[in-house]
């Protein structure tokens, strides 16, 4: 069955350094997101993503984060100059059809900030 | 802003007991609304989709309706088994976003 696939499955970085999270959305859906989810919290919505552009954002998704799709496979989120509330985890998520489809969901990134 | 609300927060049943859990969101203007399961750690995967011109959908033993105008969905439960236990959330689309509650943590004892 298909799946997004989420790499790394864990990274620690350092305040202040560079992250990119990887992710594979299933291969014919054409919406993708990114979500985030603090220890004990909410998931939240971050950013979405259609026809290599954001579509939405939310005010979470400032300056210091980017998306990117940067061949026909993959679809990364940038995190520039991280803080310690930065770490969370992190997912991945495809639609065949955006807002009235269903969400598919990888396993998620786990982001720590030392 | 949307508000997408799940009560209770964490229930506890004995196995094979029949459940429902709660989703509540403040606009009728809603495009579908999915349940998921979360395992600790773990991804978020998807048990049923409701489409805003449906009012439920089953699958195996759960089954999960739509009221779009008292703005609620359930997640009903049956027979409950030990590997239900789990956080299942609901998300509710309005506009390109989805907005999820804070997730009900169900325990099924043995």
């Known amino acids: 069955e298909p799946e997004v696939t989420q790499t790394p499955s864990h990274q620690v970085t350092q305040m202040g350094q560079e992250v990119i999270l990887r992710c594979v959305p299933i291969?014919?859906?054409?919406?993708f997101y990114w979500y985030r989810q603090i220890l004990g919290q909410k998931v939240e919505f971050l950013v979405s993503?259609?026809?290599?552009?954001?579509?939405?954002k939310s005010e979470i998704f400032d300056d210091q984060f980017s998306v990117e799709r940067p061949d026909g496979s993959n679809f990364t989120l940038k995190i520039r100059s991280t803080k310690l509330e930065d770490s969370a985890m992190y997912f991945c998520?495809?639609?065949?059809?955006?807002?009235?489809?269903?969400?598919?969901f990888g396993e998620g990134s786990r982001l720590t900030v030392l | 802003k949307q508000e997408v609300t799940q009560i209770p927060a964490a229930l506890s049943v004995p196995e094979g007991e029949n459940l429902v859990l709660n989703c509540s969101f403040t606009?009728?203007?809603?495009?579908?609304l999915q349940w998921f399961r979360q395992d600790p750690g773990k991804g978020l995967t998807s048990l049923l989709l409701?489409?805003?011109?449906?009012r439920e959908q089953t699958s195996g033993r759960l089954n999960a309706s739509l009221d779009k105008s008292s703005g609620r969905s359930t997640l009903y439960i049956a027979a409950s088994q030990p590997g239900d236990s789990a956080t299942y959330l609901c998300?509710?689309?309005?506009?390109?976003?989805?907005?999820f509650g804070t997730g009900t943590s169900l325990t099924v004892i043995p």
């Open positions: 998520a495809s639609s065949p059809t955006g807002r009235v489809g269903e969400l598919f």
């Open positions: 291969s014919n859906h054409l919406y």
């Open positions: 993503f259609y026809n290599n552009e954001i579509s939405e």
């Open positions: 606009d009728s203007a809603i495009y579908n």
């Open positions: 409701i489409q805003s011109s449906q």
């Open positions: 998300a509710a689309a309005f506009g390109n976003q989805f907005y």
